[in-house]
């Protein structure tokens, strides 16, 4: 089964694109974010996978009465192909888009434990080199991850974690 954020990569490159060439990009950012919030909400996913609400009433729902005519047939697209639970990888893709396109990125970094000032300053400067942007530090501690760090920089993810190596080595011994 695909990652959700593979499956919202398509969708979001084609909302960052169409944005952009009708010069609506921060309209459909913050549009995409509300979505985001909406979707992140169980109740209201229960909602999206209900098979007797129409496609109009999701629409209705996650755009609202302000969003443009073609945000809405955006939405209905997602919604027709019962996709609208990807709507927080979309709007994170899309936010990437539109940092690239900026020649800025915004990098969430997930280690077991907070990361020294070093840590942050060496791992900022190792992505600006790679990526060629100015890079935005986003650290955030998860105590699953046991050692290491995984980064998220747009649909790049770099996983340095122990429970990533465990797991890669474990592929590599049954395969």
Not at 33 to 40: C, D, H, I, P, R
Not at 58 to 73: H, I, P, R, T
Request: hydrophobic residues 40%; charged residues 20%.
């Amino acid at each position: 089964m695909s990652e959700p954020i593979t499956l919202a990569r398509p969708y979001a490159k084609a909302a960052f694109e169409f944005a952009k060439s009708e010069a609506v990009v921060e309209q459909w950012a913050q549009n995409l974010m509300v979505a985001a919030g909406l979707a992140q909400n169980n109740q209201i996913l229960d909602y999206f996978n209900q098979p007797e609400v129409l496609d109009e009433d999701l629409v209705q729902l996650v755009s609202g009465d302000d969003a443009s005519e073609q945000y809405k047939n955006f939405v209905l697209l997602l919604a027709m192909n019962n996709r609208l639970s990807l709507l927080p990888e979309v709007a994170e893709l899309y936010q990437y888009y539109l940092e690239k396109d900026a020649q800025s990125l915004s990098v969430d970094v997930y280690s077991a434990i907070e990361l020294t000032d070093a840590q942050k300053q060496a791992m900022t400067a190792a992505l600006n080199k790679r990526t060629g942007k100015q890079i935005s530090l986003n650290t955030h501690i998860d105590e699953s991850l046991m050692g290491g760090a995984r980064i998220h920089c747009g649909d790049l993810v770099i996983d340095g974690t122990l429970r990533g190596k465990v797991e890669r080595l474990k592929t590599q011994l049954f395969n």
